[in-house]
């Protein structure tokens, strides 16, 4: 769909809490958006080009970060409530761009058809990450890039332990969100090329989801593991 031809959107298919947490998402990273999340949103997207593929669009938060010009823009979210937002806030908006009800695990795309893949916050909520960086492998052109801005797991081992200890809360909370989670070395552990990794700080929230990884990854190159 475009922003100028967006349904009516439903949340048919999402629990209470589901439907909850979409309402409340905005507001919550309110603060940390405004602290620098947006500047750094703003950073990792330009960088998109051609066919571009966001996983997990939530409420639309990188909307506004995207360079003009690009070949299209294909924003999934699976969850019923959040794409209800989504598909409102890409109405409101002057961006051109299709809304799928689609997995991170199974995208609806064909092998090597897909310039630029964008995963912010999304690594950590999916259940299992292999299965999403395997198709995300899949559905990128030889040349293509992965953009990711993850929260992942703190090097300090004070925070480390706290983010265990307050992970099964957490998770509840936050609709499936492990703010525990490895991220970077699972990319990596998947035999991708990483590159410009910037590792900082997500001012604002709260101290177990923090730490925060931003970076560009490649497919390895032929005869590479």
Same mark, same amino acid.
């Given at each position: 769909?475009?922003?100028?031809?967006?349904?009516?959107?439903?949340?048919?298919?999402?629990?209470?809490?589901?439907?909850?947490?979409?309402?409340?998402?905005?507001?919550?990273?309110?603060?940390?958006?405004?602290?620098?999340?947006?500047?750094?949103? %703003?950073? =990792?997207?330009? #960088?998109? $080009?051609?066919?571009?593929? @966001?996983?997990?669009?939530?409420?639309?938060?990188? +909307?506004? &970060?995207?360079?003009?010009?690009?070949?299209?823009?294909?924003?999934?979210?699976?969850?019923?409530?959040?794409?209800?937002?989504?598909?409102?806030?890409?109405?409101?908006?002057?961006?051109?761009?299709?809304?799928?009800?689609?997995?991170?695990?199974?995208?609806?795309?064909?092998?090597?058809?897909?310039?630029?893949?964008?995963?912010?916050?999304?690594?950590?909520?999916?259940?299992?990450?292999?299965?999403?960086?395997?198709?995300?492998? %899949?559905? =990128?052109?030889? #040349?293509? $890039?992965?953009?990711?801005? @993850?929260?992942?797991?703190?090097?300090?081992?004070? +925070?480390? &332990?706290?983010?265990?200890?307050?992970?099964?809360?957490?998770?509840?909370?936050?609709?499936?969100?492990?703010?525990?989670?490895?991220?970077?070395?699972?990319?990596?552990?998947?035999?991708?090329?990483?590159?410009?990794?910037?590792?900082?700080?997500?001012?604002?929230?709260?101290?177990?989801?923090?730490?925060?990884?931003?970076?560009?990854?490649?497919?390895?190159?032929?005869?590479?593991?």
């Amino acid at each position: 769909m475009s922003s100028g031809d967006a349904p009516a959107a439903t949340v048919e298919g999402s629990g209470l809490w589901a439907r909850a947490f979409a309402r409340l998402y905005d507001p919550l990273l309110w603060v940390g958006e405004r602290a620098g999340m947006g500047a750094r949103r %703003r950073d =990792l997207l330009g #960088r998109a $080009r051609g066919r571009t593929v @966001e996983l997990g669009s939530g409420t639309g938060l990188n +909307l506004d &970060y995207y360079p003009d010009g690009l070949d299209e823009l294909i924003l999934t979210e699976p969850e019923a409530a959040m794409r209800a937002r989504l598909t409102r806030r890409l109405h409101n908006s002057r961006r051109r761009a299709r809304v799928l009800d689609a997995p991170a695990e199974r995208l609806p795309f064909a092998d090597e058809t897909v310039d630029t893949v964008v995963s912010t916050l999304v690594l950590c909520t999916v259940d299992d990450p292999d299965p999403v960086l395997r198709e995300i492998e %899949r559905v =990128l052109h030889p #040349r293509g $890039r992965l953009l990711f801005l @993850e929260h992942v797991r703190s090097r300090s081992p004070r +925070l480390a &332990y706290w983010q265990d200890r307050l992970a099964g809360p957490w998770r509840r909370f936050a609709e499936g969100c492990h703010c525990n989670r490895a991220t970077l070395e699972l990319i990596r552990g998947r035999g991708l090329d990483v590159e410009d990794v910037q590792e900082t700080s997500w001012r604002g929230m709260p101290p177990i989801v923090r730490p925060l990884t931003m970076g560009v990854a490649t497919k390895a190159a032929a005869g590479q593991s």
